[in-house]
């Protein structure tokens, strides 16, 4: 089952963790988008931000 929200980011350690770790806490589900290199270099998401680490509802 997708959880609710869909954490989008780079594959770096540590980057996600606190919000892997608060919506564990509070009992949610979530499905995470790993943007490579490849993928951030073709595509739209470079285009809309500077930064990648994205929570969306």
């Not at 609710?4 to 009992?27: H, K, N, S």
């Not at 943007?35 to 509802?57: C, M, P």
Request: no cysteine.
């Amino acid at each position: 089952m997708p959880g609710q929200y869909t954490i989008t980011y780079f594959p770096v350690r540590g980057r996600v963790e606190a919000i892997r770790m608060l919506l564990a806490d509070q009992g949610q589900q979530w499905t995470e988008d790993v943007v490579t290199v490849e993928i951030w270099r073709n595509g739209d998401l470079k285009k809309s931000s500077a930064y990648v680490d994205a929570l969306q509802t």
